[in-house]
């Protein structure tokens, strides 16, 4: 079993849909969360120590997680989608964009 972890600034549309659309994976186990102290689930300890991948929706994601937890990424991957804030939750194209590009690293 695979455990990734979607980060986005919320945790409302992106990240989200990543975790609904890759929990549909055989093998996998998906999660989301959120750099912001305002997200819906702001991303923990106990969820970076979780994830054997870490995928980032932007890179100031990026760099907010290396900024709060430098120590626990030291040996943790983390991919940078490059998928800008501008879908909604499930949106069709998002759905693609996320399948096409995190294919690329399972």
Known sequence: MENLLFICSRNQWRSPTAEKVFNQ?????ARSAGTSPRARHTVTIADINWADIIFVMEHKHKQRLKAQFSRLLQHKPIQVLDIPDEYQYM??????TLVDVVNQYL
Request: avoid cysteine; charge should be negative.
């Open 91 to 96: 949106d069709e194209a998002l759905i693609e």
């Open 25 to 29: 994976y055989n093998g996998i186990k």
